[in-house]
C-alpha cells in the first residue's frame, strides 16, 4: 500500500493520518445495487474524479461497468485486473455510496489487507457511513491530498470445524475462513429448543451459554445485531470484542467484552450441527 502510519498515533487514538508516497492511481467505487440515487451519484463523482485527476484509473464491480458503459466509457471492470485477494495491492483507496450494507459487501470483496475506505451516506442506515454526499468534492480532493485522518476497524477471522477438528463442508465444498467487519452469529436455526453452547477463551473455559444462539461482535458491528440483542454500543477506536447471548434461558449472562487478541471458540453441545445456521 502506498500510505504510512504512525503506529504512536495508531496505538493512542485508532486513527492515522494518510500520507500518500505518491498520488493515488487506482480508485474503487462501489454502489448500492438497484438505486436511481447512488446510480446518479457514481455518474457525477466518475465524471468528476476523471476531469479532475486525467491520470487515475476508476474501477467499479463488473456488473457496474457494463451497466455504465455509454455513460462511463473510462471505468474498468475490477475483475480485468487481479484475482481477489490482490485487491488490496491494486486499489489505493475505496468509496462507498450506500449505506451500511455497502460498506460490509466492501469489506468482503478484501478477504485480508483492506485499503482505505471513503463512506458515503445513501442508504437506509449509516453507523458507518462517515460523509455526505454534498461536500465530496472536498472530501475527495483532501484525501487525494492526503490530508485525512483514518479510523482503524478491526475484523474478525473465524473458522468452522466439526467435533473432529475437520473442516465443515456446505454443498459438498469445504467452508473457507472468513474475515467479518461486523459480527458471526452462531443460531439455533430451524431447531425448535434452545442451544447450548460451551464458550472458551484462550483455550480456558468461561462458561455454557443456554440460548436462541450467540454474537461474537467487532466495536464495529456492536451497532447491529449484537445492539438488537441487548448488547452495548462500543466506540470503533475501543480494542474489544463483545460476547453477547441471544434470548439466553439465564438472566445472570450479559454481554462479555472481551480484549482485541482473544481466541474465542464456540462448541455446539446437544444438537445436530447441520441444522444449526451459520451467518457473517
Known amino acids: 500500500m502506498p500510505m504510512t502510519l504512525s503506529k504512536y498515533l495508531v496505538a493512542l487514538l485508532g486513527h492515522v493520518q494518510v500520507k500518500w508516497q505518491q498520488q493515488p492511481r487506482t480508485i474503487l467505487i462501489v454502489k448500492k445495487p438497484n438505486d436511481p ?23 467499479v464491480e463488473p456488473e ?14 475490477l475483475e480485468e485486473h487481479q484475482q481477489q485477494q490482490e485487491y ?87 467452508v473457507g475462513d472468513r474475515q467479518v467487519m461486523n459480527e458471526v452469529v452462531l443460531h439455533r436455526g430451524r431447531y425448535p429448543h434452545l442451544t447450548a453452547i460451551n464458550c472458551y477463551v484462550d483455550n480456558q473455559y468461561l462458561t455454557e451459554c443456554v440460548a436462541d444462539g450467540l454474537i461474537v461482535s467487532t466495536p464495529t ?25 441471544i434470548c439466553p434461558r439465564s438472566l445472570s449472562f450479559r454481554t462479555v467484552i472481551l480484549p482485541p487478541s482473544a481466541a474465542i471458540q464456540l462448541k455446539v453441545v446437544k444438537i445436530v450441527i447441520r441444522d444449526m445456521t451459520f451467518q457473517e
Not at 440515487?37 to 474501477?59: D, G
Not at 457496474?64 to 471492470?77: G, S, T, Y
Not at 451516506?121 to 465530496?136: A, C, E, P, V, W
Open 64 to 77: 457496474i461497468a457494463q451497466q455504465f458503459q455509454k455513460e462511463l466509457p473510462f471505468v474498468h471492470a
Open 221 to 245: 458491528g456492536s451497532t447491529a445485531y449484537s445492539l438488537s440483542a441487548g448488547g452495548p454500543i462500543v466506540h470503533p477506536s475501543v480494542q474489544s470484542l463483545t460476547l453477547t447471548p
Open 88 to 174: 488490496a495491492r491494486l486499489v489505493d483507496y475505496a468509496i462507498t455510496l450506500g449505506g451500511d450494507g455497502t460498506m460490509l459487501h466492501l469489506s468482503s470483496l478484501f478477504p485480508k489487507a483492506a485499503p482505505p475506505v471513503v463512506s458515503f451516506s445513501m442508504g437506509t442506515l449509516g453507523f458507518l457511513m462517515s460523509f455526505q454526499f454534498k461536500n465530496y468534492t472536498k472530501i475527495l480532493s483532501e484525501m487525494m491530498r492526503g490530508e485525512c485522518m483514518v479510523m482503524l476497524r478491526r475484523r474478525l477471522f473465524c473458522s468452522l470445524h466439526q467435533q473432529n477438528g475437520s473442516r465443515i463442508t456446505l454443498d459438498g465444498k469445504e
Open 37 to 59: 440515487q447512488t446510480e446518479k451519484a457514481l455518474v457525477e463523482m466518475a465524471t468528476w474524479l476523471k476531469e479532475r485527476y486525467p491520470n487515475v484509473n476508476i474501477l
